[in-house]
Each structure stands twice: as structure tokens, then as C-alpha cells.
């Protein structure tokens, strides 16, 4: 079973723009109450789609330049990225169903 991989602005552009396989990150922090909310149900996703798609997640309070570069106003946003360009966003929490649909179609 495959879980959300954390990184930081360091490991970014290796992590998610090279990356050959879609990717969702998770622009979060600790102190954000629909960030854990939506946790579990990244978790959930990263093991059903591990051989489709990767997720990552980054922490906004200590990589805040990804945030910065990419506009992160609030949180939790999901970035869709393929082929290193974002295709898709969320903002806020997303019930699970809503979620799948959107990495369907990017996987």
C-alpha cells in the first residue's frame, strides 16, 4: 500500500514536475482543521491509485516559496499536475467521490 509522500520546495521539481506519473499535491499545515479532514481520504487514494497517479504533500508553513510560486491563498488546496503543468485545482476539502472523479481523469 502506497502513502502521501511529504517534500519540501527542495524536492518539488524532481517530485512532482519530473515526475512520469500524475501527481496531486496537498498544500497543508498543521494547524489547518479541513486539512485533517481530508487526510484520510488522501491516504485512501494513494494506496488505490499507486500504480496511476502519486501524492504528495507539502507543508505551506515550512516550504512556503512552492506555496508562494503557485498563488496557495488558502488551504487545503490540491494541485493536479501531469506532465509537470497543473491541469486541475481544489480548494478546500472535497468528499472522496469528487476527488476520484477528478484524478480519473488525469490518470
Known sequence: MSTPLNITDAEFEKEVL??????VVDFWATWCGPCKMIAPILEEIAGEFADKVKIVKIDVDS???TAAKHNIMSIPSLLFFKNGEVVDQVVGAIPKA???ERINKIA
Open 63 to 65: 516550504n512556503s516559496a
Open 18 to 23: 519530473q515526475s512520469d506519473v500524475p501527481v
Open 98 to 100: 469528487q476527488l476520484t
